[in-house]
């Protein structure tokens, strides 16, 4: 939910930035802008859309010699994606970036503007910098007017702060919403996340909620937020870029689907025995005293929560609860301290999501995370974190995060099922011998692509799409329908497919289309009965299943698997590129589709 960059140094200033921005732009991308301070004069730049209206706007600007500069690609939250609303944010004499949410904006804006403020813009940032100014005015420090601001602002932050009061300095401060510095070679930068710097730094430091300071060309400091000097850790930052390139696939989702079988071997590796599960990062007394699992998340990764309470049930016999995040968080929760929350997150910066797990620690319970993120908020608050090693994930619709999500969900419900004694341990080594086969299944074969792009073609219309399932193929056809809206924009619902009957099922006809998740090896002939009723009422039928189905128009035939769960996972292979197809034809972005960002770190 925005992406911000900054820099200081002699090196191109412009092109560092850029750069930098453009490996953020999945965060936002409603307009982009930067700004650089050189011989105490701002050059300012900003554009509506994509990075690529920027990068056009910046071609004759040249900035040579010592610099600093800060960017940002926004998704925008408060006023209309305008050149206006685009950051960076001026004041007299000094710019902002921001990400997150000022919650106390309009109270600071009616008090600056009767100092006689005029605001430009509709957003909660701007107010950042002329309340930074009107305490300048005051205190003539700017380090104090910084502070002196930040203790006034409520809410969800990362800001960067450059002033022509301090030409050589970046002022920063991180309050639930991500920033890193990177340390280059006589060089610094500052990224909302790691990969913009993969590169350019050996080195970064992961800043902490409620840390503040400013960066010149030969100082870092940093403070708590009680303004105590911190000395900060510096950690090492990964080499190589080339995994999060589009090796030679039409979009980062391409790509990312293609890379399923290759990360869930990842996510395995190391983590089975013959008949245990083993998760070196988890310590068993995690799990004393825990009588039920709450698992907490948003849209994709709720999903993969929603599949797994099924499978903690069944396999490991413990009550399994499931809750969206954003419902969660204001519903006055019972909690127990009986309970493991467990939030599952791609990003661990999801604001919701992060919200929730603080709520649950303050209650005092153990907590949990699921991520694929090291170091992001959710790791570093929870009291313990598996993480899915899917790689770095571009493309907004999630993939391969949720793949891998879903094995370390299935692992997690064979740990436990050993720790409570509910599968036996030649059971145990039956599931884990299916566990190993999973990177098998979703490898995606030429005949199986080509016959989803060629049938792809007759669902570009309609009135609406029904995905539906039942047991753990109901999350997977919610899962589905939401891969569908989110790239192609057209209207699709999961259901489970025993409910359709209770309402949904007076929507059918021929120009509502069902697209039914017929596993052979979990509960096929109720759902066979549930997708003859809408065939008798004539909506288009798409079956996806192991074997033919006389009442279908159209029909995917996966392969034949012995478990259920395999059957899971190439069917999610099937609906991820069923979507892929669809949007292609329809001619839209499918890495960055409109009005989605990919970490939202708002509420
Ligand atoms: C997935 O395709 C979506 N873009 C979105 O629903 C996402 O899963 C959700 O925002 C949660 O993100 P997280 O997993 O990073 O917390």
Excluded at 233 to 261: C, N, W
Excluded at 431 to 443: G, M, N, Y
Excluded at 579 to 586: A, D, F, M, P, Y
Aim: with cysteine.
């Amino acid at each position: 939910m925005c992406g911000i960059v900054g820099y200081i140094g002699k090196n191109s200033v412009k092109d560092i930035l850029l750069d930098g921005l453009s490996e953020l732009e999945y965060r936002g991308y409603d307009s982009a802008g930067i700004a650089v301070l050189q011989d105490s004069n701002f050059s300012i730049y900003k554009a509506v859309g994509k990075l690529e209206n920027l990068k056009n706007k910046t071609k004759e600007f040249h900035p040579k010699g010592f610099s600093i500069g800060i960017g940002h690609t926004r998704w925008a939250t408060h006023g209309k994606p305008t050149e206006l609303n685009a950051h960076p944010h001026i004041g007299e004499n000094s710019y902002v970036v921001h990400n997150g949410i000022i919650e106390n904006y309009q109270e600071l804006k009616q008090r600056l503007s009767t100092e006689g403020v005029h605001f430009l813009s509709q957003t909660d940032t701007e107010v950042i910098v002329h309340l930074f100014e009107s305490h300048l005015k005051r205190l003539k420090s700017p380090l104090e007017a910084f502070r002196a601001a930040l203790d006034e602002l409520h809410g969800a932050y990362a800001i960067l702060l450059i002033t022509k009061s301090a030409p050589d300095t970046i002022f920063f401060a991180k309050n639930g919403s991500p920033m890193l510095i990177g340390l280059g070679k006589d060089e610094k930068h500052f990224a909302s996340s790691d990969t913009p710097l993969i590169g350019l730094c050996k080195d970064v430091i992961y800043l902490y909620d409620g840390e503040n300071g400013y960066l010149t060309s030969d100082a870092i400091e940093v403070f708590s937020k009680s303004y105590e000097k911190i000395t900060p850790v510096h950690k090492a930052l990964p080499t190589s870029k080339l995994s999060a390139q589009k090796e030679g696939y039409r979009f980062f989702m391409e790509k990312e689907i293609y890379e399923q079988s290759q990360v869930i071997s990842d996510t395995l590796m190391g983590r089975l025995s013959k008949d245990t599960i083993l998760f070196e990062e988890l310590d068993e007394k995690l799990f004393e005293g825990i009588n039920e699992i709450k698992l907490c998340a948003c849209g994709t990764s709720y999903h993969s929560a929603l599949a797994a309470s099924y499978l903690f049930e069944r396999f490991a016999k413990i009550r399994c609860s499931v809750e969206i995040a954003s419902e969660f968080r204001y519903k006055e929760p019972m909690m127990s301290k009986d309970t493991l929350f467990v939030v599952i997150s791609q990003s661990g910066e999801t604001a919701d999501t992060l919200e929730t797990l603080k709520m649950a620690q303050a209650a005092g319970l153990k907590t949990l995370v699921i991520c694929n993120v090291d170091n992001s908020s959710m790791v570093r608050a929870a009291d313990a974190s598996i993480l899915t090693r899917a790689g770095i994930e571009k493309g907004v619709a999630s993939t391969k995060a949720f793949a891998t999500q879903m094995v370390v969900f299935w692992m997690l419900s064979l740990y436990l099922a050993k720790l409570r004694s509910s599968l036996t341990s030649a059971q145990l080594a039956e599931q884990i011998l299916l566990l190993r086969e999973i990177p098998a299944t979703v490898v995606v074969s030429d005949d199986l692509h080509e016959k989803i792009r060629r049938l792809s073609k007759r669902y570009l219309h309609g009135h609406g799409f029904f995905f539906i399932g039942r047991d753990v193929f109901y999350p997977l056809a919610l899962e589905g329908a939401l891969k569908l809206k989110e790239i192609s924009y057209l209207h699709a619902e999961g259901y489970p497919s025993g409910e359709m009957k209770h309402g949904p099922i007076a929507l059918a006809d021929p120009e509502l289309f069902t697209i039914a998740l017929m596993p052979v090896n979990l509960l096929y002939d109720k759902t066979k009965s549930n997708v003859e009723e809408l065939s008798a009422r004539d909506s288009t039928i798409c079956a996806i299943s192991a074997v033919a189905f006389d009442k279908a128009d159209d029909f995917i035939q996966i392969k034949e698997h012995k478990h259920y769960m395999h059957e899971f996972f190439e069917m999610m292979v099937v609906l991820q590129l069923f979507s892929l197809e669809i949007s292609v034809r329809l001619g839209n972005d499918v890495d960055m589709p409109r009005n989605l960002a990919k970490s939202v770190t708002v509420e």
